[in-house]
Nanobody
Framework: QMQLVESGGGSVQAGGSLRLSCVPSGDTFGGLTVAWFRQAPGKEREFVSAHRRSGGYTYYTESVKGRFTISRDIAKSTVYLQMNGLKPEDTGVYFC??????????????????WGQGTQVTVSS
């Protein structure tokens, strides 16, 4: 069973930046789609961004477009989420996920088989 390990979370002031990393422990992502989800206190886990290995297509939720960038280093089997212009509403636990979602359901967390434990991101105003 693939295990995902996230890192890079922390506390920043509004307008700051963080880069999250996700690696598959003892394995590689191969052709899997890798996504980031986040969960704020008292809220459901929501889709943030995804990267499809095939074609390198990327997807973002509307609220982070232009501020966040997802990328994949195939040689290192690492997926990054560069987060710039952070806002207090970006606060939450960020989870890395991997799977083979159909395109129309790429934002659906139930389509992902593998999950990390999450990394906390806190943005203060």
């Amino acid at each position: 069973q693939m295990q995902l390990v996230e890192s890079g979370g922390g506390s920043v002031q509004a307008g700051g930046s963080l880069r999250l990393s996700c690696v598959p422990s003892g394995d590689t992502f191969g052709g899997l789609t890798v996504a980031w989800f986040r969960q704020a206190p008292g809220k459901e886990r929501e889709f943030v961004s995804a990267h499809r290995r095939s074609g390198g297509y990327t997807y973002y939720t509307e609220s982070v477009k232009g501020r966040f960038t997802i990328s994949r280093d195939i040689a290192k089997s690492t997926v990054y989420l560069q987060m710039n212009g952070l806002k207090p509403e970006d606060t939450g636990v960020y989870f890395c996920a991997a799977g083979r979602p159909i395109l129309s359901a790429i934002r659906d967390r139930s389509m992902y088989n593998y999950w990390g434990q999450g990394t906390q991101v806190t943005v203060s105003s």
